[in-house]
């Protein structure tokens, strides 16, 4: 099996919104996960068009099949909760969409770890 990410890289921890359901005025309401050990990997950039310039940062979130580590926001430990699209992650006081999910596989069949995009 190959080695997992070093968990000294894994230095970032998050939190996963998960849509579930809507309160009584039709509001969305979200489960929170806290996932540590996880690294996020920033590409920032502005776009300049016919508007002006626009902000256009995109991060990859790294998830460790072995190393990342699963929270409730209370701090009790949970069951794994990857992200999935549409679903939202805060960090550093921002808020981001997930946009897509790639496993990544290293010899077996078993995913080695997640590539998360988030806009």
Known sequence: ???????????HQIVLKKPSGLDRDRNPTF???????????ATLQTI?????????DTLT???D????????TQGEATTQT?????DGVTWESKDYTVK???PSFAQ???????EVTLE
Request: no cysteine; charged share 20%.
């Open 48 to 56: 300049r068009g016919a508007i002006g310039e626009v902000k256009a």
């Open 31 to 41: 489960s929170e996960t806290v996932l540590k050990y996880v690294r996020i990997g």
């Open 100 to 102: 897509s999910v790639t």
């Open 82 to 86: 990857l992200p999935q699209e549409g």
């Open 108 to 114: 077996d069949n078993s995913p080695h770890h997640w």
């Open 1 to 11: 099996m190959a080695k997992p990410i070093a968990k000294k890289l894994l230095i």
């Open 61 to 63: 979130l790294f998830v």
């Open 65 to 72: 099949a072995k190393y990342t580590q699963y929270f409730t």
